[in-house]
């Protein structure tokens, strides 16, 4: 694995005049060519005015452009603060998914930090038929969770036509949970009209344990991969990242197995065959920070690393910062994933925050 070359999605071009911060970046090719960019803009990282944007790139990547907002929000009451991921459909079309924080409340932040709990939120999905220049009405999708729902991934297109994504529940505000914590599998098979979210498809069967971050992918074999940032919220450990498998289709899935990185906010990518690349954002316990790359070959349902490689360092010390709920307290740099070229490279996306400045990256890796 090499690193080619890094660009910038997004930067605030005059930090001096006001505040825009770029975070949760997501991209996708076009049967055009270009690369789009979703990413999250506001005035700070928890704003009442966050909104999703689109940036696009004729250089695969190595340039993009200003920022076009996705959704109109101008009649919006109660004000929502969205962000999504993006995917290709096979017929051209694009795929937002995400989620968007209720402000009924202008002055509170988004976690309670004395209880660990968040806003009300809705998952909500959006089309595009014209190569993401305007999108449908955000349409809401309701899961077990109620309005306590983390909807972080792009839809994966499963090679059954199906469109899929893993989801885990928020606490509420006051800190409480009716349902244990646990990862499911967001699935519809009629391209959004009906959605269930029935499969567990992480379950550690202790409610502290955390499955934030979950990403997805499925193998050439059909199998179904899904990881997630792993950490037990009661005492503070950070566990390693594990991973589970499901080889029916995604009707169930295995206990979860560890992949022995301490990562937090990860993602995996299909390359081809049975294997795929992972990226891990190391940013507390751990000797040096930065996004870890590993080519896994999971053919035999193992996490078999052939090649790891610490591709992107941050500039800044990582310091906790403690305004923020204890979980989300380091997080200074994150959501790394990647998407695989016509032409086989990988371009890999991530966010990070610089001389409080929150900048969105794309960089170009060779395999």
Not at 179 to 184: A, Q, V
Not at 317 to 338: E, N, T
Request: aromatic letters at 10%.
């Amino acid at each position: 694995m090499k690193l080619l070359k890094t660009s910038i999605i997004y930067e605030n071009p005059l930090p001096i005049l006001k505040s825009i911060q770029s975070f949760f970046p997501s991209l996708c090719e076009l049967n055009n060519g270009e690369i789009l960019a979703s990413h999250q803009l506001g005035e700070a990282f928890e704003a009442v005015n966050c909104t999703s944007f689109i940036s696009r790139s004729e250089t695969g990547g190595a340039s993009f452009s200003a920022p076009m907002q996705m959704f109109d929000k101008k009649n919006e009451k109660p004000v929502r603060s969205d962000g999504c991921k993006i995917t290709k459909l096979n017929d051209g079309r694009i795929v937002a998914i995400g989620y968007q924080f209720i402000r009924k409340d202008e002055t509170l932040p988004l976690g309670n930090p004395e209880t660990g709990g968040l806003l009300d939120d809705e998952v909500f999905y959006s089309i595009s038929k014209d190569n993401g220049y305007t999108w449908s009405k955000r349409r809401i999708i309701r899961c077990i969770w109620g309005q306590h729902v983390e909807a972080s991934a792009p839809i994966t297109v499963l090679k059954d036509g199906s469109w899929a994504t893993p989801i885990t529940g928020f606490k509420n505000w006051e800190g409480r949970s009716s349902i244990p914590c646990n990862g499911r599998l967001l699935r519809s098979y009629d391209e959004g009209k009906k959605w269930n979210d029935d499969v567990v498809c992480m379950n550690f069967n202790n409610s502290d344990i955390t499955c934030f971050e979950q990403r997805m992918c499925q193998l050439e074999n059909g199998n179904i991969v899904v990881i997630g940032w792993n950490e037990n919220v009661s005492t503070g450990e950070l566990l390693n990242n594990h991973y589970t498998i499901s080889t029916d289709n995604g009707k169930t899935f295995s206990e979860p197995k560890d992949t022995g990185i301490k990562g937090q906010a990860s993602s995996i990518l299909h390359i081809g065959g049975n294997k795929i690349l992972a990226f891990h954002s190391l940013r507390r316990d751990c000797k040096k920070p930065g996004i870890l790359c590993c080519l896994v070959d999971l053919s035999y349902g193992t996490w078999n690393i052939l090649e790891q490689k610490l591709i992107w360092t941050p500039n800044m010390p990582i310091v906790k910062d403690s305004s923020m709920a204890a979980v989300f307290g380091f997080l200074k740099f994150g959501q790394p994933s990647g998407i695989l070229l016509k032409n086989g490279k990988v371009l890999m996306t991530h966010w990070a925050c610089e001389n409080n400045q929150y900048k969105t990256y794309c960089s170009e890796i060779e395999l």
